[in-house]
């Protein structure tokens, strides 16, 4: 049972373009939705999040867009570079069930130069 | 660096043996998680503790075990291995402030592979 689907799997964009990756949830109990970063042999690092009452956040040239009603949330990477060549993970908290993380599948996005 | 911190970064192993993953949480962070990540399944929850207590449980097998210190470092035991056990496993910690206490930063894992 898959909770969280997150699409594209891949990515291919050029430097300077916008990469959108999107997710979609299933349980309107989750209240908290941070998207990671992750490069080849590193762990996770978090990168933005999004509480459900808030509809857009921004940080640098990450942007997040939440809508509530189609359960829906998408990562923008605005004048995306080289170095954000990574994988992609939203993810998903019920904060009242405990704070375990419910990942989408990931989305791998090459920034070509 | 997230100031989580695991050891052994690899591990090799064969099949029925046990092993043990370790993991020392931001200096701070009073919660430490333990995920899985492998391709067939992805990231996924295994257990939460906080505090030296056991606070929620994901896909975690039988076969697997967890404990938190009371100097906060973690280890993950993970016994009778088998080759679907091959995958990295993660710790992550959060801040034990309000504001930030959803935030999980995770270390650079464990590297397992079971042969």
């Known amino acids: 049972q898959q909770q969280v689907k997150q699409s594209p799997q891949s990515l291919i964009v050029q430097k300077g373009g916008i990469s959108i990756i999107n997710c979609a949830y299933e349980?309107?109990?989750?209240?908290?939705f941070p998207w990671y970063q992750q490069f080849p042999g590193k762990g996770p690092a978090l990168l933005i999040a999004?509480?459900?009452?808030?509809s857009e956040k921004k940080e640098g040239r990450f942007t997040i867009s939440f809508n509530k009603s189609a359960k829906q949330f998408s990562l923008h990477i605005m004048d995306s570079q080289p170095g954000d060549s990574a994988t992609y993970f939203c993810?998903?908290?019920?904060?009242?069930?405990?704070?375990?993380?419910?990942f989408g599948g990931g989305t791998r996005v090459l920034v070509k130069p | 660096d997230s100031g989580v911190t695991q050891t052994p970064k690899h591990l090799i192993t064969a099949t029925g043996q046990r092993v043990t993953l370790r993991c020392s949480p931001r200096?701070?962070?009073?919660?430490v998680y333990w995920y899985q990540q492998s391709l067939d399944q992805g990231l996924q929850f295994l257990i939460q503790?906080?505090?030296?207590?056991?606070?929620a449980k994901g896909n975690i097998l039988e076969r697997f075990s967890a404990q938190q210190f009371p100097d906060l470092h973690s280890e993950l035991n993970l016994s009778s291995l088998e080759l679907g056990d091959s995958a990295l496993y993660f710790c992550?910690?959060?801040?034990?402030?309000?504001?930030?206490?959803?935030?999980?930063?995770f270390g650079p894992g464990t590297r397992l592979t079971v042969t």
């Open positions: 992550a910690s959060s801040p034990r402030d309000r504001g930030n206490r959803y935030e999980q930063y």
């Open positions: 349980n309107t109990a989750f209240d908290y």
């Open positions: 999004i509480r459900p009452d808030v």
């Open positions: 993810a998903a908290m019920e904060k009242a069930a405990g704070n375990k993380l419910t």
């Open positions: 200096s701070g962070d009073l919660s």
């Open positions: 503790y906080y505090n030296g207590e056991e606070r």
